[in-house]
């Protein structure tokens, strides 16, 4: 996706860590080791600041005549221009909300109103079910129907012909992700728009997965709406939508009344987390940090974007670049693991179809046990089903734990996957 945006040599980015003060943590007398990062990675130290800064000098509710609210107005202004720039589009088309999940039943449910009984709405096999639920809620709750694209159970892809005949002149929506957060593999979500745009479906894409791992630029896909959360790229806890203006500005949602009618303050309901929105703010400023320590002018993979667009770019290519040797060397390692199964994309030459995220058994092991057994070495990582349950369910594995989950993130290390491996392996005996 966006090839032209990861650069061909990947850049060393152990130096990041030093922006991540909790990777200094020790247990049991050993470095602690990241890799649950697909349930939330570790903040950097620019979102911390950020939010001790607002909380200091600026926290308040909003529109009032004082100082620290028109401080808080100009935070929330700001983030909304951050994640404008995140994603490349226009800052109202960015609506803020606690999390992916919320801000999806949220919108699941006040566009309802522009379907009828009997019309389809197309789901896969594949997601998080924050992108599953709340569409089966209104199918159930108005007469819809819901249809659900499989996928192939070797490598973990959606089933691009299954799709293809799920996707019919009597779709509305259709609901997919960018990135499994089960397996780590990346979509096609140029074709999936493509094929819901030529029925005249909507689409909402799920980015909460791949937002950490690599460029967006909502412009280039198309989509009607793609939602992610900020804690799963180096922020706070706190949700972000975008959708298309016209779109966001058809839509009537379900609101108290002497909320503001405008778009996109009107899906905001009630007070926002303004200290979040500050440090959201952080993580974008760190990010941009990434992309303008790595920019050179003469060899700029990011010309067509300016300012903080063109550093951000830069910052998410040079990730996605960089964590695909982490990948190379985890699958490697992960091969010599006796007993080791792996779901979804396992060609170590080819990390292109994937994001850092690992699914795997070892025979004979629970899943559950094995996380204990590295996280009482200082390794975390989780174990279960991720609320990837239909998923769980089709690979056979949701009655017996799921599966281990090992996540990793640009600030982990090869010697990091060195120490999990030697770990895994003496519980594989």
């Keep these: 996706m966006f090839r032209n945006l990861v650069p061909e040599t990947a850049p060393d980015l152990t130096d990041s860590r030093e922006y991540f003060p909790s990777l200094e943590q020790v247990f049991e007398g050993k470095p602690v080791v990241f890799f649950d990062n697909p349930g939330g990675t570790q903040t950097a130290q620019q979102v911390m600041e950020a939010m001790q800064d607002y909380l200091l000098y600026a926290n308040s509710n909003t529109h009032g005549a004082f100082i620290t609210s028109q401080r808080t107005d100009m935070i929330i202004q700001e983030a909304r221009q951050a994640m404008a720039d995140f994603l490349n589009c226009a800052p109202d088309e ?83 992700g960018y990135a499994s957060n089960a397996l780590g593999v990346i979509n096609d979500v140029e074709t999936l728009i493509q094929l819901a745009h030529s029925v005249g479906a909507l689409c909402y894409v799920d980015a909460v997965q791949f937002a950490p791992h690599g460029p967006i630029d909502v412009q280039k896909l198309d989509c009607d709406f793609l939602a992610c959360s900020a804690y799963k790229f180096f922020g706070p806890h706190v949700g972000i939508l975008f959708g298309k203006k016209a ?58 974007y300016s300012g903080r667009r063109r550093s951000l770019k830069i910052a998410m290519g040079a990730i996605m670049a960089y964590e695909r040797t982490l990948s190379t060397y985890m699958l490697t390692s992960l091969s010599i693991v006796r007993g080791v199964t792996i779901y979804g994309p396992q060609n170590p030459d080819d990390t292109s179809g994937r994001v850092p995220t690992f699914a795997i058994r070892i025979k004979n092991k629970s899943p559950r046990l094995l996380a204990e057994s590295l996280g009482a070495q200082g390794v975390f990582a989780w174990d279960g089903n991720y609320y990837a349950l239909d998923l769980m369910n089709r690979l056979g594995l949701e009655d017996s734990g799921g599966a281990l989950r090992l996540g990793l993130a640009h600030y982990n290390t090869t010697e990091e996957i060195n120490r999990c491996i030697t770990l895994l392996q003496g519980a594989s005996v």
């Design 94 to 176: 960015i609506v803020f909300g606690p999390n992916m999940t919320t801000l999806t039943f949220a919108f699941s449910r006040a566009l309802a109103k522009r379907f009828a009984p009997g019309d389809e709405i197309v789901v896969t096999a594949l997601d998080h079910d924050a992108n599953i639920a709340p569409w089966r809620a209104i199918a159930r709750d108005n007469n819809f129907v819901i249809r659900q694209i499989d996928i192939d159970p070797q490598t973990g892809a959606l089933n691009m012909e299954d799709a293809k005949t799920k996707i019919t002149d009597k779709t509305k929506l259709v609901a997919f």
């Design 247 to 304: 779109l966001l500005d058809d839509i009537q949602p379900y609101k108290v009344a002497p909320a503001s009618n405008e778009t996109p303050e009107k899906f905001e309901t009630g007070t926002l987390a303004h200290e979040l929105l500050a440090g959201l703010l952080g993580a974008i400023d760190y990010l941009s940090l990434v992309g303008t320590t790595l920019s050179n002018p003469s060899a700029d993979i990011a010309s067509e």
